[in-house]
């Protein structure tokens, strides 16, 4: 069975401030996703991370493969207010059938104070 | 284009009551999902379909039914609604291919009481 853990659940920060939020997972996997999601909102999608060693970089956040440690990291650099919400990284299963769906990790709420 | 779209936004069941949660993709997407999201948690995959006519279980499928007679739309049955099923959900869908994220709906939050 796929678990996905993050780490940290709950993370509290200043403006300014660098921070790194982990994604391990248990089973191999070539695809990771990572989606933000703001209260009460569907998921945005952030990055979508395709093979080992890839690296994707939007405005303040940059996302990171290991398909050998299992691991994919989301960093935030020099964080501001409008960064806050909860962050998914999710592991696709794929099959001979196909897509098999997204196994999501339990998020991590972000909250960014001035 | 719409995109993924769900009917109804809301809705408040009684114990033991039916309902389909509707979802209708216009990006002729032939994977679609139904996941589930518990306050304070990940999103969990109840049902998913690779085609038309074609259906599989997910992680948390049981109280749930699905059918898929039509490439845009992937309605999920609720039959004798219970609390435990009490919880935000949202359909997706995502293209053939394995580089195509997942798209999804703007979700409906089910109360059963």
């Known amino acids: 069975e796929l678990k996905v853990e993050q780490n940290p659940l709950f993370l509290s920060m200043q403006e300014g401030k660098n921070y790194t939020i982990y994604c391990n997972y248990s089973?191999?996997?070539?695809?990771l996703y990572w989606y933000r999601q703001d209260p009460g909102k569907s998921l945005e999608s952030l990055f979508v991370?395709?093979?080992?060693?890839a690296v994707k970089q939007e405005g303040r956040l940059m996302a990171s493969l290991d398909t050998k440690a299992r691991l994919s990291t989301l960093h935030i650099t020099a964080a501001v207010h409008d960064l806050s919400a909860t962050y998914f990284c999710?592991?696709?299963?794929?099959?001979?059938?196909?897509?098999?769906?997204?196994?999501f990790g339990k998020g991590t709420h972000l909250i960014i104070q001035p | 284009n719409a995109g993924v779209t769900q009917t109804p936004k809301f809705r408040i069941l009684k114990i033991g009551q039916s309902m389909t949660l509707q979802c209708t993709q216009d990006?002729?997407?032939?994977?679609m999902y139904w996941y589930r999201q518990d306050p304070g948690m990940g999103l969990k995959l109840i049902y998913y379909?690779?085609?038309?006519?074609?259906?599989d279980k997910g992680e948390v499928p049981n109280g749930y039914n699905v059918s898929r007679s039509t490439t845009e739309d992937f309605p999920l049955r609720l039959e004798l609604a219970a609390p435990s099923q009490t919880s935000v959900y949202f359909c997706?869908?995502?293209?053939?291919?394995?580089?195509?994220?997942?798209?999804f709906g703007p979700g409906t939050r089910l109360t059963v009481t």
């Open positions: 997706a869908s995502r293209a053939t291919g394995e580089s195509y994220e997942q798209y």
């Open positions: 089973t191999t996997s070539d695809r």
């Open positions: 991370l395709l093979s080992n060693g």
């Open positions: 999710a592991v696709e299963m794929y099959s001979g059938g196909g897509a098999d769906g997204l196994t």
């Open positions: 990006m002729n997407h032939n994977y």
């Open positions: 379909s690779v085609g038309a006519g074609i259906t």
